[in-house]
T-cell receptor, first 112, second 116 residues
């Protein structure tokens, strides 16, 4: 599968602060998916980005795909304690059942 | 949405014994399922791709004789950890996707394996 670098590895914020995690690839990606894993839980699909420069929003979450399709970001506005978890990016190489591999993830903790 | 059921959720076994983990797609057929392993505070590492009716494809470094995968039907894949040792203790999790319906993969709830 594709290799990506995800930063930061950890992020601790005060509730209400913003949070951003970045996912960078050395090669052009077909698409990228984002997942959230709560502590002790399993990954849950958040979104897929496909188009160059694409921006998608889900309430307080904003996802971006770079123009060159080599990087992506997830931004959370005004974090809440429910946002706690590890956020993973998962690069796609195309195809109907491509192998889903994950970046190392960013663990977000939120201080109430 | 798609549902993937995984059992058992937790298992403790003695060193040298084998453990079978089941992964079922409840409301869709899955010709392909994926098995991952996750160590504490680490990312999910893809172990193998389970293909219905054919042999599984293992990732580099994963022992196929130790981690037996069987995908005998369109809704069931099993992972058997044979002759388990303490270093096999981990969180094992499967995933599948409803082709043509979903972009994302649905994950089972995972199996926490502890080998004592």
């Amino acid at each position: 599968g594709q290799q990506v670098m995800q930063i930061p590895q950890y992020q601790h914020v005060q509730e209400g602060e913003d949070f951003t995690t970045y996912c960078n690839s050395s090669t052009t990606l077909s698409n990228i998916q984002w997942y959230k894993q709560r502590p002790g839980g399993h990954p849950v699909f958040l979104i897929q980005l496909v188009k160059s420069g694409e921006v998608k929003k889900q309430k307080r979450l904003t996802f971006q795909f770079g123009e060159a399709k080599k990087n992506s970001s997830l931004h959370i506005t005004a974090t809440q304690t429910t946002d706690v978890g590890t956020y993973f990016c998962a690069p796609g190489s195309g195809g109907s059942n491509y192998k889903l591999t994950f970046g190392k993830g960013t663990l977000l903790t939120v201080n109430p | 949405g798609a549902v993937v059921s995984q059992h058992p959720s937790r298992v403790i076994c003695k060193s040298g014994t084998s453990v079978k983990i089941e992964c079922r797609s409840l409301d869709f057929q899955a010709t392909t399922m994926f098995w991952y392993r996750q160590f504490p505070k680490q990312s999910l590492m893809l172990m193998a791709t389970s293909n219905e009716g054919s042999k599984a494809t293992y990732e580099q470094g994963v022992e196929k004789d130790k981690f037996l995968i069987n995908h005998a039907s369109l809704t069931l894949s099993t992972l058997t950890v044979t002759s388990a040792h303490p270093e096999d203790s981990s969180f094992y999790i499967c995933s599948a996707r409803r082709q043509l319906l979903d972009y994302g993969y649905t994950f089972g709830s995972g199996t926490r394996l502890t080998v004592v």
